[in-house]
């Protein structure tokens, strides 16, 4: 499989908006579970997003839920994550990492995910 590879990052004040993208070629044409995770200095690595490739199906996390939407676009073969209301603690290295669904894209633990991008920096000042 081709590493997932993620852009958009960057740094915005609190309550501005970014739209991180992850480029996922060779994912589509087999269900496979592409997700959003996030790691800030000293913390645990917490999945926020989920998508299943050429499914409607979607999960975000409690913590971004209201804020942040996920999106996939098939013919470009890229996942989104758009984060509006921007707050300090949303701060971290964001990765995409993808699977074979399996069963389930859930629990959306580090430990579930096989292929990780390099990740994408988001800064938010407050």
């Known amino acids: 499989q081709v590493q997932p590879v993620e852009s958009g990052g960057g740094s915005v004040q609190a309550g501005g908006s970014l739209r991180l993208s992850c480029a996922a070629p060779?994912?589509?044409?087999?269900?496979?579970?592409l997700a959003w995770f996030r790691q800030a200095p000293g913390k645990e690595r917490e999945g926020v997003a989920a998508?299943?490739?050429?499914?409607?199906?979607?999960y975000l996390s409690d913590s971004v839920k209201g804020r942040f939407t996920v999106s996939q676009d098939h013919a470009k073969n890229t996942v989104y994550l758009q984060m509006n209301s921007l707050k300090p603690e949303d701060a971290a290295m964001y990765y995409c990492?993808?699977?074979?669904?399996?069963?389930?894209?859930?629990?959306?633990?580090?430990?579930?995910?096989?292929?990780w991008g390099q990740g994408t920096q988001v800064t938010v000042s407050s």
């Open positions: 060779g994912y589509t044409g087999s269900l496979t579970c």
């Open positions: 998508v299943v490739t050429d499914s409607g199906w979607s």
């Open positions: 990492a993808a699977k074979r669904i399996g069963v389930g894209c859930l629990p959306l633990t580090p430990a579930q995910y096989n292929y």
